[in-house]
């Protein structure tokens, strides 16, 4: 903690400016005593000062970033339920504000999640495919001869047509599984003539490009750029569908929130104590994520049972949360704590699957 306060002394620099008294405010031109205008609300305090104090501030303001931040963290991680409970009997000046330690860790949640969507998919995407082959063992190519049997007879020839030009592309047809048979294996290699995805999905769109040039529907033009654009920058699409999920989570604390209202119930809580529980209970799994990610993130290691035992603490500190901030027996606890789960888990993946299809403009 003292090397903290020397940090911040550091970047804030001397600050003398004592009691304020019979000044004129430079903003509105009220005369008043004190640090602040009674009238605007302006600070008297000077900002001609070196970047570090300006630099201080802005994180002070935006994120309160003192020893409140750290004591709220502290207490979010270590004491489920407790902050919501401190919140609504009054003592709230000493934590940092739910929304703003939410905002925090959900900045700092999607920037790491960025980074490492783009490190995953830029591997995947410029990997050399020439000599990725599937190999094909009997079972396979039987399972596989008996779809392509049936996917025959059931589609039309127009619809038939339509497929085998797009499976052409990996030199695949609906009735040429002997090819497979013979070679026992699937060359993904010649997937488009590419030897990479990245590539095969560029050539995907020059094809687009040509059918723009000939497009004159309006929609169908609108539809094909949008389509060009995410196959030319998927790292952009994968960034738009990540920005919209962060967005999702916004709309997922009130309805988390909801859910309790309903299954509390009798308890008649006003509908506040409800979302801010949701926004503790969202900032801790969120803090988990990150920890999950950082952890992979620096050391590039396999953290399986470190994650899963940091997965396993959610449900766990759910419960705890529940137990300490509604109160009634373990029993009634752990059956709301799963009547919870069942119903957020349909909703989250419900809201989840359209911002994503939102985001790629399917919907």
Known sequence: MKMWSKLTERFKGKDNSNWQIDVDCLNCGTNFSGHYCPNCGQAVKEYDRPFGFIFYNFLGDFFAFDTRFFQTLFALIARPGFLTKEYFAGRRVRYTPPLRIFIFVSFILFLLLQIVTNRGLSTVLDSDLEDAKIGLDSTSIVAADSILTEVNQELSPQEKQALD???SKGNIQLDSIDVAK???ELDLGSWG???NIRLALNNYA????????????PGKRAELKENIRMLRSPEATMAK???YISYAFFLLLPLFALILKLIYIRRRHNYM?????SI???SFIFLVM???IGLYLLFDKDFATVSGILFLSVPIYIIIALKKFYGQSIGKVVLKFFTLSFIYNMVFFTVILLASLDAINVL
Do not use: C, P, Q
């Not at 104590?273 to 529980?277: E, K, S």
């Open 241 to 243: 569908i990540l920005k």
């Open 206 to 217: 020059d094809d687009m490009e040509k059918e723009l040039a000939e497009e004159t529907d």
């Open 290 to 292: 990150t920890t999950i």
């Open 280 to 282: 503790h209970i969202h």
């Open 182 to 184: 013979s070679a026992n």
């Open 273 to 277: 104590r409800h979302l801010v529980f």
């Open 165 to 167: 030009k797009v499976l």
């Open 193 to 195: 003539g590419a030897r």
